[in-house]
């Protein structure tokens, strides 16, 4: 398992931004979305979004101008990988269309279609021309990582874990050990959180399933700026990293 910059497991991450597009919820889709591009899977992320609309939608008429409208999102990331908002761009119109339930159900046994008729198409057309929506920069500034009380970065799960994440089916269970107990050593190979660690003089022992710093004084500094103390997290925040299952 590799914990997220706010300690989400990532394949949880991953099904999560999956299952909130599939029920039209936008903004949680760009939460969870952002939550995987801003922990360093910024790649990762663009390719993941062009990928489920390929998967996931059936919609025959409409298909192919959307796609053609992803890859070109997609292009101008891949020349200019500043351009956050893309991703933001590639959610707000996949979240319009009607997804193939079918497919979801035979993947994931989950998300029957009588369970889910009242999410309808959001259709964004003039005519037979699909409108697409553009986001600029401003629009996703909340999403990026905050360093508000970067001090006390303990209380920062407190406001910045908003939304429970979905429980992949078929995927291990995390247990509350893996916070208390193993949390830096699961979030070492999250891209920022390697960072983070490198910069202090950090290293996964894997034998232990640790971070050994070079000096003491070193990981007193990174822990001083980075310990989100997990231990020390109420419930509330607790049961947003364990997860909850798709009803």
Known sequence: MILTRYLYPKHNVEFSLCVSLFKKDAEQAKF?????????????????????????????EYKPKIMAFLQKKRDEWSKNNTKDAVVGTMIENIVRRL?????????????????????????????????????????????????????????????????????????????????????LYLAAECPLWATRIKKFGGEADHLRREIQFVHEDYEEEFRNLYDMEPDEQPWSVLNKWLGIDVV
């Open 32 to 60: 969870w979305a952002y939550e995987l591009y801003y922990s360093g899977y910024k790649k990762q992320t663009v390719e993941y979004l062009v990928e489920l609309y390929r998967e996931f939608y059936s919609e025959e």
């Open 99 to 183: 997804p193939d339930f079918d497919k979801i159900y035979d993947k994931w046994n989950i998300m029957k279609c009588e369970h889910l008729s009242q999410h309808q198409n959001i259709p964004i057309q003039n005519g037979k021309k699909i409108l697409f929506i553009v986001l600029k920069t401003e629009a996703i500034q909340k999403y990026k990582t905050s360093t508000h009380n970067i001090t006390k970065m303990w209380k920062l799960p407190r406001e910045v874990c908003i939304y429970p994440c979905y429980r992949e089916p078929g995927s291990r269970i995390s247990q509350i050990e893996d916070w208390r107990d193993l949390w």
